[in-house]
């Protein structure tokens, strides 16, 4: 699955996340990586993504 994370900071990334994660487990992951989060969405597999680490 991949999920789209927006962080307070600005930025955005996308993760690959495995369906037997825990939510507590990936959120450890994702503020390791880029700090607390602002928003989060889950990407179907059809949307493309055309503005990743932009500015919200």
Do not use: W
């Not at 930025?11 to 994702?30: G, K, M, N, T, Y």
């Amino acid at each position: 699955m991949r999920v789209l994370v927006y962080f307070r900071s600005g930025a955005s990334q996308v993760f690959i996340v495995p369906r037997d994660i825990l939510a507590v487990e990936f959120q450890r992951v994702a503020e390791a990586v880029g700090g607390c989060f602002h928003r989060v969405e889950f990407i179907q597999k059809k949307t493309k993504l055309q503005r990743l680490n932009t500015s919200y």
